[in-house]
């Protein structure tokens, strides 16, 4: 009597672990599945973030061409009116106004781009994010004559490469807090790949929630950048 007790109760024992290791394995399958959701949302940032660089690598670019440009065409059309050619003068003056005009209008548009960035950065800090909207093409600033695009460019260049770097900044520091998640994540499903078929410890349980709280407070980070993304785009 007493061995068949004790085999029933061994025969029980066995069928509640086996129920326990169950539901752990339900409970990894479920974070599994989340930190997939998580690494693809952190590839899909880093993929935003990637290209802002290139498109702001491209303004850089831009910048520094029309800043020769400017210079080059400044001794042209001293050339041009010392040989008193006064209509290919007016044109080449027209054409750098023109491509001044361009050139403010994207400006204008890094700006907000700028301003941007800078609120979604604090949504790590629990600000809200509110996109700030591009100016209307006629309420930007058109130059009335040579003098006043040059002026304006050759004084501010500098002042615009600069913000060009602390938007490159900003975006590094979002991507190293990304990666740096990341690896957290990697770490975490590996341990839970490794815990299959025992129970879930209390201290898998903390990191669970850990990652998931980092993860609440990166989504407003992400919804942000969307948003700037499509209204960067083509700027």
Not at 44 to 67: N, P, Q, V, W, Y
Not at 127 to 153: C, G, M, Q, Y
Request: proline share 2%.
């Amino acid at each position: 009597m007493k061995r068949t007790a004790i085999l029933l109760f061994a025969f029980a024992l066995l069928f509640s672990c086996n129920n326990k290791n169950k539901e752990s394995d339900k409970t990894y399958d479920s974070w599994k599945m989340e930190m997939a959701e998580i690494r693809k949302d952190h590839s899909e940032a880093l993929s935003i973030l990637t290209g802002f660089e290139k498109k702001i690598d491209t303004h850089k670019e831009r910048l520094k061409e029309f800043a020769s440009y400017i210079d080059g065409s400044k001794k042209e059309i001293a050339t041009l009116r010392a040989k008193k050619k006064q209509k290919e003068a007016s044109a080449l003056e027209k054409k750098i106004i023109e491509s001044a005009d361009k050139n403010m209008k994207k400006h204008i548009h890094f700006v907000s781009f700028l301003d941007n960035l800078m609120a979604a950065q604090g949504t790590f800090e629990g600000k809200k994010f509110n996109l700030i909207p591009v100016p209307e093409d006629n309420a930007v600033t058109k130059f009335n004559s040579l003098d006043d695009a040059i002026a304006f460019w050759m004084k501010e260049k500098n002042n615009i490469n600069t913000g060009h770097d602390k938007a490159l900044s900003i975006i590094m520091d979002l991507k190293n807090h990304i990666h740096q998640h990341q690896a957290e994540i990697k770490a975490f499903s590996e341990k839970i790949a490794n815990q299959k078929g025992q129970n879930v410890t209390p201290e898998l349980e903390d990191n669970y929630k850990e990652n998931k709280k980092k993860y609440d407070e990166f989504v407003p980070l992400l919804k942000s950048l969307k948003q700037i993304q499509q209204q960067f785009e083509g700027k």
